[in-house]
């Protein structure tokens, strides 16, 4: 039982390129999320799918998009990366009781030079 | 708009000592309350959460939050804290509505 798996766990891209990072859960939660993490900040909302085929802006969604391919899967599109998308960012998955997140990967590490 | 405040960015306990962590948040309506663990290099881990009802929440690895509405916490505890408990903490504020916001987080640290 993988849990949230999240690939790659570590990048490091150059300002202007392009990169998806992706994000499965076989737990069959119907909500999933995509979070930043900052030191000091705690973690923001970029995006949330509610249910296979939707999705919404969270807090901070400038700079991001996503896709939620199916149940288990939802990606994180990064189209021009920026060095203030240099973070780490985690993936969850929820609405198993409520819509909240409730289990989480384990990150993917971005830097942007 | 939603907030929490996490007043202790780190705390140093020693081992088999008991540990409080405060978490006050600003909420409009009756908020969902939750406390997560963060190992090094790993994603958080639900600790506890609550909704309604009994405002003493029990978790899982023996810790437990207290939900005081005329205070606006809900702080964490555990009676007898082990090494495995260093981490950071976050404790989050929101509704069902698929947004918590988090705090900033409490760094622990366990002596021996």
């Known amino acids: 039982n993988a849990g949230v798996t999240q690939t790659p766990k570590f990048q490091v891209l150059k300002t202007g390129q392009s990169m998806t990072l992706q994000c499965a859960q076989d737990?069959?939660?119907?909500?999933m999320y995509w979070y930043r993490q900052d030191p000091g900040m705690g973690l923001r909302l970029i995006y949330y799918s509610a249910s296979e085929g939707t999705t919404d802006k969270g807090e901070v969604p400038n700079g991001y998009n996503v896709s939620r391919l199916n149940k288990r899967e939802f990606s994180l599109r990064l189209e021009s990366a920026a060095p203030s998308q240099t973070s780490v960012y985690f993936c969850?998955?929820?609405?198993?009781?409520?819509?909240?997140?409730?289990?989480f990967g384990d990150g993917t590490r971005l830097s942007i030079l | 708009a939603q907030s929490v405040t996490q007043p202790d960015i780190h705390i140093t306990v020693s081992e088999g000592a008991s540990l409080e962590l405060r978490c006050n948040y600003s909420y409009g309506a009756t908020p969902y309350l939750f406390w997560y663990v963060q190992s090094p290099g790993q994603g958080l881990q639900l600790l506890l959460k609550y909704f309604s009802g009994d405002t003493l929440v029990q978790g899982i690895k023996g810790f437990e939050a207290e939900f005081k509405r005329s205070q606006s916490s809900f702080n964490l505890r555990k009676p007898s804290v082990h090494w495995s408990d260093a981490a950071e903490y976050f404790c989050?504020?929101?509704?069902?509505?698929?947004?918590?916001?988090f705090g900033a987080g409490t760094t622990v640290t366990v002596r021996a």
């Open positions: 737990m069959n939660h119907n909500s």
């Open positions: 989050a504020v929101g509704s069902n509505d698929y947004k918590l916001s």
């Open positions: 969850a998955g929820g609405g198993l009781y409520s819509n909240q997140p409730q289990h």
